[in-house]
């Protein structure tokens, strides 16, 4: 037996009908238009390989972080850029080679820039390295 026509059918059955076709179509303009408007991950030009090149940087600073540190805590010195807990001739050789270097270039290192400035300059090295003398002490 073929299905009645819409018109042919019971008031409530009419009515149920086009509740339920308005809620189906508010909710798809409500949802779909997000889904539209979701940021996309490839070609956002604020995810360069600068940015994940940090973000792998930071990883492995946490990765050395001991069990139980609270967020925030760093307990590495702010000049030890190699992560092995001293603030030795390494760490200075690798400042004295980014000096110079500003944000979006390959070798900048954002923890090296301490006055935020968005490039690595000479006056950043006191507030990293304090009175450093080359010995294994942190400068902070």
Same mark, same amino acid.
């Given at each position: 037996m073929?299905?009645?026509?819409?018109?042919?059918r019971p008031v409530a059955e009419r009515v149920i009908g086009i509740l339920s076709a308005i809620v189906l179509v508010c909710v798809g303009i409500l949802f779909?238009?997000?889904?539209?408007?979701?940021?996309?991950?490839?070609?956002? !030009?604020l995810l360069r390989p600068e940015t994940e090149?940090?973000?792998?940087q930071v990883e492995e600073r946490l990765q050395l972080l001991p069990p139980g540190?609270?967020?925030?805590?760093?307990?590495?010195? !702010?000049?030890?850029?190699?992560g092995d807990k001293d603030c030795d001739d390494d760490d200075h050789a690798f400042f004295r080679a980014i000096i110079g270097t500003c944000r979006g270039e390959s070798n900048y290192h954002p923890l090296a820039d301490s006055?935020?400035?968005?490039?690595?300059?000479?006056?950043?090295? !006191?507030s990293l390295?304090?009175?450093?003398d080359g010995s294994d002490s942190p400068g902070r």
């Open positions: 073929p299905e009645p026509k819409f018109e042919d779909f238009p997000l889904q539209l408007r979701a940021p996309s991950i490839e070609g956002d !030009p090149e940090f973000f792998e540190t609270p967020m925030g805590d760093d307990t590495s010195a !702010p000049c030890d850029f190699d006055d935020g400035d968005g490039c690595v300059i000479q006056g950043d090295e !006191p390295f304090g009175r450093y």
